[in-house]
């Protein structure tokens, strides 16, 4: 009977630990970096808040970092969104569909597909928010030219 409650005891133990390391994970930024060059926070209207940033290299989506205070499957959807970005000029990021979240995610609950929309929504807002400022940057470039001056 003891080594039965031992074994009980320390699965619940073991099950804790890992709990408790998810919701860490869940509430940490992922792959936070230093530099980015869009940043974008967005609330659903469940109430999950997702946070997205990225760095652009050579024309190029070079590293991604998020956050995302909801449920699991928010996070799982805009994990999926930000590696699927990675290595992806903006515009190509913008062929990316809640479908293809949604499935790279595996089994979403149909209750929690509007997670992998709000990923998308936030990635997608991200990619307008750095094209945007790139057009701002590039029609702005020489005061001459744009007759600040």
Known sequence: MIPLLTTFAFTVLVL???GLAALILVRQPHRPHASSDSEV???GTCGDTMSLRFSVAMG???GTSFKST???YSFSCLQVAADAARGRTPLQVLDIDADFIARKVGHLPQDHQH???LAL???HAAVDRYMQGRVKSESFSDPQESGLT
Do not use: D, N, S
Request: overall charge positive.
């Open 16 to 18: 804790l630990i890992i």
């Open 41 to 43: 926070v967005i609330t």
């Open 60 to 62: 190029r989506i070079a």
């Open 70 to 72: 909801g449920c699991a």
């Open 115 to 117: 997670c992998a929309k």
């Open 121 to 123: 929504t936030t990635l």
